[in-house]
């Protein structure tokens, strides 16, 4: 009896350790995948005038010529469906990014409004936060920071639109001591990974407003504009900064 309890624990034990492998190896080659996907947008960037491309699937073939990259090995309907899965949005239970429940937003073959979109890519687990998806409005930027107005001729009614607002400009939650800062590069994502929220958690804001206090909440994984991979809580804006007590 003893050599049998002895044994259930060891295989217990065994499970748990191999599940945790899987775990790492699909994060691991999630973030090759992103890595990589990074090293092709700033080349694609160098190449046309600091313009980002209109969707990912634009960098097959010439940047990105191994069409699996698109497919995230956490995604169980493998880049068929919506970039944000379903059980994801129940998890961090927020409205916001029931936004990307519209196909219009997704890069594969379910979005038929696309355009300018590479049909050649059929599959993408990953949501591209530079897309030409429309969506957004100048509404947005008056509600967050009315008091801090942008040039006259810079409109915003896509993805990419917004996101660069964010990027030269900043926004209403990026102010301190009533200066309104741009973020930086190498924190805001170009490209995000939303399949690997049950693998741990993170410590962050709950919203891009940083209000209702520090929460440890499911992960995303990301590739920022400047190349660099890193783990955040889903809204990237809701991190702790250096010198932010947890507590």
């Known amino acids: 009896m003893v050599v049998i309890a002895i044994l259930g624990v060891l295989s217990s034990a065994l499970v748990v350790s191999v599940r945790s492998g899987y775990k790492q190896a699909r994060q691991a080659n ?45 995604d169980n309907r493998d880049g068929r469906d919506a970039p944000v899965p379903d059980d994801y949005l129940r998890a961090i239970q927020d409205d916001d990014y029931n936004f990307y429940k519209n196909e219009e937003t997704w890069d594969n073959k379910k979005n038929r409004s696309g355009d300018t979109r590479n049909t050649g890519i059929e599959n993408c687990s990953y949501c591209y936060e530079f897309s030409v998806a429309p969506g957004v409005s100048m509404e947005w930027y008056s509600k967050t920071n009315p008091k801090i107005p942008l040039p006259e001729n810079l409109t915003i009614k896509t993805i990419v639109d917004f996101k660069r607002v964010q990027l030269v400009y900043g926004d209403g939650n990026n102010v301190v001591d009533g200066i309104q800062y741009p973020y930086s590069a190498s924190r805001i994502p170009i490209v995000r990974c ?20 520090i929460q440890r909440l499911p992960i995303v994984i990301n590739v920022a504009y400047a190349g660099n991979v890193f783990v955040s809580p889903p809204y990237w804006e809701g991190m702790i900064r250096p010198g932010e007590s947890r507590d």
Not at 49 to 63: A, F, G, K, Q, V
């Open 194 to 213: 939303c399949h690997h929220w049950r693998d741990q958690k993170l410590y962050g804001y709950k919203n891009s407003e940083r209000t209702g206090g």
């Open 30 to 74: 999630c973030k090759s995948n992103l890595r990589q996907f990074g090293v092709a947008l700033t080349i694609y960037r160098g190449e046309h005038d600091n313009r980002t491309p209109d969707w990912l699937s634009n960098l097959y073939p010439e940047y990105i010529d191994d069409r699996s990259m698109y497919v995230c090995r956490a």
